[in-house]
């Protein structure tokens, strides 16, 4: 199934959460509340080698997100989040061990955040705002980007609402520690921009355009 034909925008509404390790391993998880797949969560990998997998819950979604961004490596698993103490837990893969465990603890919203919430409703998600302050925005937050490029000559728009700190957070890859929480740095490289250096937790909606015909 082809989500682009028929449609001019697709849109997805959710999350993203996006940190580093001391092993080089950069982690960025996108959990979505409303998609034309319906409610799901993916995880993208970067290692320290530039190795990059997408671990999508379907076929159907692994397709249509790796037909959007860049991966050496894609693998079909289920993806779970759920809340815990202080924050949030995704496991990836099934019993009797997951592939990949990780844990976040959720901090305050930034002062960015602050600053985004203070804007007028809709304005922030807007794909003309967008394009607009991709240049602001790509030297305020070295590698973030709010309009680009995306795969198949698709234009993307990140429009984001709200943007909490992590305080802290761990991975572990089949069986592996990633080691230390730390910031998101080098720039993750599946698409034209990347999450923040300084680990977030941002609340978004991505509108993915089709090229006109």
Request: glycine share 14%; hydrophobic share 45%.
């Given at each position: 199934?082809?989500m ?17 390790t001391?092993s080089?391993?950069?982690i ?18 970067e290692?320290?080698?530039?190795h990059r ?8 979604v ?7 961004y860049?991966?050496d490596?894609?693998?079909?698993a289920?993806?779970s989040?759920?809340r815990v103490a ?8 099934g ?6 465990t990780?844990?976040m ?6 002062p ?7 804007l007028p409703?809709?304005?922030t ?13 790509k ?10 490029t ?7 728009f ?7 700190r992590?305080a ?6 089949d ?11 080098p720039p993750v490289r599946?698409g ?6 300084e ?7 991505t509108t ?6």
């Amino acid at each position: 199934m082809d989500m682009r034909e028929g449609s001019r925008d697709v849109r997805f509404t959710g999350r993203i959460a996006g940190f580093g390790t001391a092993s080089g391993t950069r982690i960025v998880i996108g959990m979505w509340e409303a998609s034309p797949f319906g409610r799901f969560a993916d995880v993208m990998l970067e290692d320290a080698d530039g190795h990059r997998t997408l671990l999508a819950p379907s076929g159907e979604v692994a397709d249509f997100i790796a037909g959007t961004y860049t991966f050496d490596e894609v693998q079909v698993a289920p993806v779970s989040v759920r809340r815990v103490a202080g924050g949030l837990a995704v496991e990836v893969g099934g019993v009797p061990r997951p592939h990949l465990t990780v844990r976040m603890m959720v901090g305050a919203v930034s002062p960015l955040g602050r600053v985004l919430r203070a804007l007028p409703g809709g304005l922030t998600t807007a794909p003309l705002w967008l394009a607009a302050v991709d240049p602001v925005a790509k030297v305020l937050v070295p590698g973030v980007r709010t309009a680009g490029t995306a795969g198949g000559g698709l234009r993307e728009f990140y429009g984001v609402t709200t943007v909490r700190r992590i305080a802290w957070a761990s991975a572990v890859l089949d069986g592996r520690d990633l080691g230390a929480f730390a910031p998101l740095d080098p720039p993750v490289r599946f698409g034209f921009g990347s999450a923040p250096p300084e680990p977030s937790l941002v609340d978004l909606v991505t509108t993915i355009r089709e090229p006109a015909s």
